[in-house]
């Protein structure tokens, strides 16, 4: 399921073999009250919304919410030249006629703008803006960012565990060429994008942590990049995570990727003599 790699940084999760839950409990050793964990999924899928009243007692007994990143304090700007081939190179001189003519012809059907306007992009990037076009607007916000909309309006601290720079330079290790590859298949391999990622949404929802998993499982793409983008951004999330936790209530809310597993946040907390248990709760299917 390569195509769903693609949007690792948003959504990637690892194996577990913790109970089965998105929502987790942390508690004692340092910490006066309990904070909680909460395993999130960069979608518009209104059904990743339809959490019960648990969660929302979780999230309104907290003092603050803490998230991967502030979005809405990003300098887009700044993100985007990172998002962009050194000067000189396109990928107009990267690709077949062919090719070109295919992410031309996709291009201003999912995205509104030819080729021309997008062809400095790096083709990681490119890939994962073409297949985030396919997934369901259901909702105004993805759910991270729903989370830090009601905490700014219930006038929680918001804090943000990492620099946005340090996801965007994960990416330097794919190799240019093996972006390339990346960006061909999704050019001609276009059709199960929507099926895979409902695939994806329904297990997500069983809270079935191994079957995403595997669906994300990718033997193309570089080891280091696996830990860049999670191992490495969960020992900075983790140390974030406790400072604040020291403080005050935290609901920190941050991709799902990163709470199981040995070198996951629940793994990291346990290691260092913390109480993490999980909080089970239902989806309300008449949200």
Avoid at 7 to 36: E, H, N, P
Avoid at 127 to 136: F, G, R, T, V
Avoid at 142 to 168: P, S
Wanted: with cysteine; hydrophobic share 45%.
């Amino acid at each position: 399921m390569r195509k769903l790699l693609l949007s690792i940084g948003l959504l990637c999760l690892a194996c577990t073999a913790f109970a089965q839950s998105l929502l987790w409990r942390v508690s004692g050793r340092d910490l006066k009250v309990s904070s909680y964990l909460y395993g999130t999924i960069h979608i518009q899928d209104k059904r990743v919304f339809a959490f019960d009243s648990t969660v929302w007692h979780c999230f309104n007994s907290c003092d603050a919410l803490a998230v991967e990143v502030l979005l809405d304090r990003l300098d887009y700007s700044t993100v985007r030249e990172k998002m962009l081939l050194p000067e000189g190179q396109s990928l107009v001189k990267m690709l077949s006629k062919e090719d070109l003519a295919v992410l031309d012809s996709l291009c201003k059907a999912k995205l509104g703008v030819g080729v021309i306007f997008l062809g400095n992009m790096k083709p990681f990037f490119l890939s994962s803006a073409l297949q985030q076009a396919d997934l369901p607007k259901e909702m105004p916000l993805a759910l991270d960012l729903f989370f830090l909309q009601q905490a700014r309006n219930r006038g929680m601290y918001c804090y943000g565990l990492e620099d946005y720079m340090d996801q965007i330079k994960a990416t330097d290790a794919i190799t240019l060429d093996d972006q390339l590859k990346i960006l061909r298949q999704t050019l001609h391999e276009t059709g199960d994008v929507a099926a895979s990622f409902d695939s994806l949404t329904l297990a997500y929802l069983a809270f079935d942590l191994e079957t995403i998993t595997k669906m994300l499982d990718d033997t193309m793409l570089p080891d280091n990049f696996r830990r860049v983008l999670v191992e490495k951004r969960n020992q900075t999330m983790y140390k974030g995570f406790r400072k604040l936790a020291k403080k005050q209530r935290v609901f920190c809310a941050v991709g799902a990727a990163h709470l199981p597993g040995d070198k996951g946040l629940i793994g990291l907390l346990r290691k260092k003599g913390y109480t993490v248990e999980p909080v089970n709760f239902e989806w309300n299917v008449d949200r």
